[in-house]
């Protein structure tokens, strides 16, 4: 199967498992992975590591609707950066592919810079759109915690890049019903390996009601303290399905608990409705949200990332806006169906 990498139109788009399960970064990879090569101008082959993974990797190939390399090593039943850059070293040695794709997360971000150095490939992460201009690559990426984008180009290939999720379109379904895909394991060779992971502790949630709701309260850190809290629950409530939550930032500050975490390192919701409040608009935060219907920011900050990703932008500060918004709505003698 393989053999289309010897091409060098081949796009390795690169996932992980974690204890035999796909990441969530990988799951959202898998819906981009054609749009992107389409963008870069190969075909997308895509390489999954874990260990024991056959079913993942079946699951994986049909959802992006590529043939999937996996490469397999006991110590890859948990993630492990450096082993994913020895074998996918392996893989772009011998196919010479235009680019090497992963999604945009700590760990992948980790292997990407050991793999681009490894072959001495140009690295550029956070990638939100590619495209081709005077025979160079030029792509854009956010720096500054989203704050600024910034456009890159390069000629050379391999590249190695890390996707930002959610910015390509679904890929599309691939051509024809009888399109064969296969899934191959390779076993990685042992490399030098520094440490080992040993096991992921992940927190359950049993409380699913970000999950559930049509409408979504959230804060950063421009709530400024645990004692504007209410200011969430007094909004939230104006609605039928509704929830609180946070960005990392808000958790880390102790003002909300970290099971309502939104974001690449929490949870991923697309409710109707999203009311960022006090939220920069960091990358990591956008990576959770960034399907929401309807998003719309309150910030004091005009230029502040997330007032790009939201279809509506209140320039003002959440502590006098949230209570304007609750008493415009105690006011109202017909309050409608609210979500």
């Known amino acids: 199967m393989f053999k289309k990498a010897n091409n060098p139109d081949t796009v390795l788009i690169v996932g992980e498992t974690i204890d ?17 090569a389409e963008q870069i101008g190969g075909e997308p082959v895509g ?12 699951s994986w190939s049909k959802a992006a609707g590529i043939s999937v390399i996996v490469l397999d090593h006991a110590q890859s039943r948990y993630p492990n950066p450096p082993m994913t850059a020895s074998g996918v070293e392996v893989l772009a040695d011998e196919g010479s592919p235009l680019a090497v794709c992963f999604p945009h997360t700590m760990r992948a971000c980790q292997a990407a810079a050991t793999l681009a150095w490894r072959i ?22 956010a720096i500054l915690g989203g704050k600024l984008c910034e456009t890159v180009s390069t000629g050379n290939t391999p590249m190695v890049l890390t996707i930002m999720p959610g910015i390509f379109s679904r890929s599309a379904s691939p051509d024809g019903p009888d399109r064969s895909l296969s899934v191959e394991t390779r076993l990685v060779r042992d490399a030098d390996q520094r440490f080992i992971p040993q096991a992921v502790n992940s927190q359950s949630h049993t409380d699913q009601s970000l999950e559930r709701a049509q409408v979504i309260v959230a804060a950063g850190r421009g709530l ?5 809290k209410d ?13 609180v939550g ?3 930032g808000a958790c880390d500050q102790g003002w909300l608990p970290h099971t309502r975490q939104i974001g690449e390192t929490g949870r991923t919701v697309s409710p109707a409705l ?3 409040c006090g939220i920069s608009g960091a990358p990591q935060h956008l990576a959770g949200m960034r399907e929401s219907r ?3 920011a309150v910030n004091t900050d005009p230029k502040a990332a997330i007032c790009n990703a939201a279809h509506y932008a209140v320039i003002e500060d959440l502590t006098v806006f949230l209570p304007t918004l609750r008493k415009r709505y105690d006011k109202m003698t017909d309050k409608g169906d609210a979500i």
């Open 224 to 228: 400024g303290g645990h004692e504007h």
């Open 274 to 276: 999203y009311l960022a």
């Open 231 to 243: 200011l969430l629950d007094a909004a939230a409530a104006m609605f039928k399905s509704a929830a």
């Open 20 to 36: 035999g399960r796909l990441s969530a970064g990988s799951r959202d990879l898998a819906k981009q992975a054609r749009s992107i």
């Open 120 to 141: 001495k490939a140009p690295c550029i992460t956070a990638v939100d759109a590619i495209f081709k201009e005077n025979g160079r690559f030029a792509l854009n990426r």
């Open 246 to 248: 946070g960005s990392r």
């Open 47 to 58: 390489v999954l590591t874990g260990h024991k993974i056959e079913q993942a990797a079946q």
């Open 294 to 296: 309807t998003i719309v």
